[in-house]
């Protein structure tokens, strides 16, 4: 036990030369995790899950009013002050579709600490519950200059999403809506300009007393520190505040898929625009049953690495039939099930269907052949040495803490990163086993839960 919470295991991060210490919160269950080694570029991040109910943009509208002064620092500027004004490498705030995230790191651990407690109090007491002024000031209000003048709107994340929709952010919220009918994982949780003014300040206060518990609180700490356990203590000091809370964050209306989902949506661009070629096409294999088997969905995580190699049989055929498109392959953990997804950019809607042929024919191709061990090699190769390169590039934050937030986040149980990490060096033996081969076989050819998604 330290300061309130229990260290339940330790565990080697070597391609960061690292031990991680995994503790829970006694009182309440915030995890933690410590990573430890000789970095002095140190980093506190405290992190949410949280889910978009709409898109108003809830999520990012309160982390960018979380940022605006808390009970203990009743400043709407101190915020930038810290920024411009410490040791401070890296403060920010970010929202995904399934969590929020709050990095800091500094040089010096003395002010790292100071920092800490900034932004955790931030977190459990903003300012923004008491202040609708903040509220309206990063999400939205009317404006009227002159009683002639058209009545406008503003507003920070207002004005910001306004530059931030793309097609590229469309396709991939369009498709995770037809992947995962009944969710909210295709909400637009950056906020949609024509929904956020329909947001309230009642929600914003609401959702912050619906998941800014530390029950639904994962923290880290990354780096070499002298004394990490003022970290727990600080953090059991606004913990302990609190009594224990169930987060389950289940999707209670996910319906899944059983067979081919075909869907188109329009984006619209400005008078004149050039839209040939400009079109991004989703093909989606849903795998109901990945998430609770590691193994396997390490095997289809690191497949999906292979699979985009310039050398592989899929990028060949594809570019064959579709030379002016880009091809992508990926692994999507967020949803309620793992899926493995297939994107074309570059492409035209007419392109859906050959898409689809040129994947389904590669993976059969694939599932029967197997990748050559050379191959397999130097994508093991490649991706390993760029694990190890992960701290030389001196950006802890987005290289390791970041990354690991992401799969903590995705994962039901610990230790997804750190074994994904370990999974890089598995590869070329996977394959010798005809792991790859198999795993094309039974979660890919032939799956009848697809989603072929063009935006
Ligand atoms: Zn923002």
């Given at each position: 036990m330290v300061n309130g919470f229990e260290a339940l295991e330790i565990r080697d991060f070597s391609q960061i030369n690292a031990s991680v210490v995994r503790f829970v919160?006694?009182?309440?269950g915030a995890e933690l995790y410590y990573?430890?080694?000789?970095?002095?570029d140190r980093v506190f991040d405290l992190t949410f899950r949280t889910e978009s109910p709409?898109?108003?943009?809830i999520p990012h509208v309160f982390e960018h009013a979380?940022?605006?002064?808390?009970?203990?620092?009743?400043?709407?500027q101190l915020y930038d002050n810290l920024e411009y004004q410490t040791y401070n490498t890296f403060m920010n705030g970010y929202t995904y579709n399934r969590y929020s995230t709050y990095p800091v790191a500094s040089l010096s651990e003395a002010q790292l600490l100071k920092l800490a407690d900034f932004f955790t109090d931030s977190c459990f007491h903003p300012l923004v519950m008491e202040d609708e002024s903040i509220f309206r000031t990063e999400a939205w209000r009317y404006r009227l200059n002159d009683p002639n003048d058209p009545l406008t709107i503003e507003g920070t994340v207002y004005s910001e999403m306004l530059g931030r929709r793309s097609v590229e952010r469309n396709s991939y919220l369009n498709a995770l809506g037809v992947m995962f009918p009944?969710?909210?994982?295709?909400?637009?949780h950056g906020g949609d300009p024509y929904h956020?003014?329909?947001?309230t300040w009642e929600a914003v206060k609401d959702y912050h007393e619906k998941y800014y518990h530390p029950s639904n609180c994962i923290a880290y700490l990354y780096g070499r520190f002298e004394d990490y356990a003022a970290f727990l203590k600080l953090l059991d000091g606004y913990f302990s505040e609190y009594d224990k809370k169930e987060f389950t964050h289940t999707e209670s209306g996910y319906e899944p898929i059983t067979e081919p989902v075909v869907e188109s949506f329009s984006f619209p661009v400005e008078k004149?625009?050039?839209?040939?070629?400009a079109s991004i096409i989703y093909y989606a294999f849903i795998c109901p049953g990945l998430k609770e088997d590691r193994e396997q969905e390490l095997i289809l995580n690191t497949l999906t690495d292979l699979l985009n190699d310039d050398a592989s049989v899929l990028h060949q055929s594809f570019r064959e039939a579709l030379p002016y498109g880009d091809l992508h392959c990926y692994i999507e953990l967020y949803g309620p099930d793992d899926a493995v997804g297939f994107v074309a950019r570059?492409?035209?809607?007419?392109d859906a269907e050959v898409f689809r042929q040129v994947v389904d024919k590669a993976l059969a191709d694939t599932a029967e052949k197997g990748f050559p061990a050379d191959q397999v090699d130097s994508v093991m190769t490649s991706m390993s040495l760029s694990a190890l390169q992960a701290?030389?590039?001196?950006?802890p934050v987005e290289k390791v803490v970041l990354p690991k937030v992401d799969y903590d986040v995705s994962s039901?149980?610990?230790w997804n990163y750190e074994d994904f990490e370990d999974s890089l060096t598995l590869m070329d033996k996977w394959n010798e086993q005809g792991l790859y081969v198999k795993a094309i076989s039974d979660w890919?050819?032939?799956?009848?839960s697809t989603a072929l998604v063009t935006t």
């Open positions: 919160h006694q009182k309440t990573i430890t080694n000789d970095d002095t709409d898109d108003t943009g979380i940022l605006n002064g808390s009970e203990k620092y009743p400043s709407r009944g969710t909210t994982l295709g909400n637009e956020i003014p329909e947001l004149g625009s050039n839209t040939e070629h570059n492409v035209d809607p007419g701290r030389e590039v001196c950006d039901i149980e610990p890919l050819v032939g799956n009848q």
